[in-house]
């Protein structure tokens, strides 16, 4: 009995929609515009979450990076002159218990010449021995060899030199020349494609040639320690920060060095993506707010329109619940309809968002991850958003004298 019931008030509430077609799409406007912005956020939200995730994965969990900087000298990765790491603390860092090896590597905005045309790009001094492997795969190359011991003046180039010849004219391969500098490098190897643009056309060099280029020897723009087995990376992170601070006399709070676990400097990202998003979900609710407005306005015209219809049901036996429940049902299915075109509107922006950032600036970070969850999480919301703003015409409706509501002309 029940459900028939719920069965005809929900048959009534679509007959009512569709009697006033253009109002209804009026009325359902801002709660689309608002359930696609969220959507469409949330979902390039999560997937730069898991792009960057996957980003870290190569350099593993079981790492503790080391970097200039501190609050009082800038953000990390930075030098201010007096902020720098050294192979001093390359060897102290080795002599910490529970560290199995380390290494460290430079970067710096470089000058890169071909095909007489220029651009700036990151170069990178990476160690030619064995140390390379503390950073993991993300140095990994797709074609050519990697740097040997003794290796002068030779480079690893991004993929997209070797994919996309827009950049330069023409592609870059195994044993061309390029310029770095004002100086000719031999190209060697063809980095593996990581999906982030900044690395992608990035060049990588030895690190005793980076330092004959770029200066200040000896010092790196970030340290990485590899975990030994059986170790925690926060605990050998702390045993880091003491010996470090000791080695440099200084009080804690006030070091210029950073130290963080890879796990760490993940959830660095993901607590500033999750505030950038957060900031831009409130903006996208306020069409959410406007939305409900204009379907407490609508609600409201019905209740007139309909109200010798509302004193005929009572006549015939209607309480006040059924008329209630009757215009919630409407109101609801106002913001229902709404979620779901804002739904399929967000997921599209998300696509295009991620197919624009992949084929014009190649990016795979900018990517859409969409879960059930947030599908129905989206759905219950714009229902209850349109059922709670519903609320006060239908219990204007519902406390309407069946005598005077069948005399309303």
């Known amino acids: 009995m029940v459900a028939r019931l719920l069965k005809d008030y929900f048959l009534l509430a679509i007959k009512g929609m569709k009697n006033r077609k253009l109002r209804s799409w009026l009325t359902m406007l801002g709660i689309f515009v608002g359930i696609a912005a969220v959507v469409g956020l949330i979902s390039i939200s999560n997937g730069m979450q898991t792009a960057i995730k996957e980003q870290f994965s190569q350099l593993g969990s079981d790492n503790v990076l080391v970097q200039p900087g501190s609050a009082f000298f800038g953000p990390p990765g930075t030098s201010s002159g007096l902020s720098k790491v050294t192979n001093n603390d390359l060897e102290l860092i080795k002599s910490v218990r529970g560290v199995s090896d380390a290494g460290g590597f430079v970067f710096k905005t470089t000058k890169l010449e071909f095909n007489d045309k220029v651009k700036f790009v990151l170069g990178v001094g990476l160690p030619s021995d064995e140390a390379r492997k503390v950073f993991g795969t993300r140095f990994d190359i797709s074609q050519g060899r990697e740097f040997r011991k003794g290796d002068g003046k030779v480079a690893i180039v991004g993929n997209s030199y070797f994919t996309d010849e827009t950049l330069l004219g023409k592609t870059i391969g195994v044993g061309d020349t390029v310029s770095l500098e004002g100086q000719d490098f031999k190209v060697v190897g063809i980095r593996k494609k990581l999906g982030d643009p900044e690395n992608d056309v990035s060049v990588i060099i030895p690190l005793e040639t980076a330092w004959d280029i770029y200066g200040n020897k000896d010092e790196y723009s970030v340290l990485n320690a590899k975990i030994q087995q059986g170790f925690e990376p926060s605990d050998v992170a702390s045993r880091i920060k003491d010996k470090l601070r000791r080695d440099r006399n200084q009080k804690e709070g006030e070091e210029d060095f950073q130290v963080q676990t890879s796990e760490e400097l993940f959830q660095s990202f993901a607590i500033i993506l999750n505030i950038i998003q957060a900031v831009i979900v409130g903006i996208a609710c306020i069409s959410l707010v406007v939305g409900s407005i204009g379907v407490m306005n609508t609600m409201y015209t019905a209740v007139l329109e309909r109200t010798r219809e509302i004193g005929i049901l009572k006549a015939v036996g209607a309480k006040n619940r059924d008329v209630l429940l009757l215009f919630l049902i409407e109101s609801g299915l106002y913001g229902l309809v709404g979620g779901v075109v804002g739904i399929a509107v967000g997921l599209g922006m998300g696509k295009t968002v991620e197919f624009a950032a992949s084929s014009f600036l190649g990016s795979e970070l900018l990517k859409a991850s969409t ?31 069946p005598v005077q509501a069948l005399r309303y002309e």
């Open 371 to 401: 879960s059930p969850y947030l599908i129905l999480g989206a759905l219950a919301f714009s229902f209850i958003l349109g059922c709670i703003s519903g609320v006060a015409p239908a219990r204007q409706a519902a406390r309407l004298n």
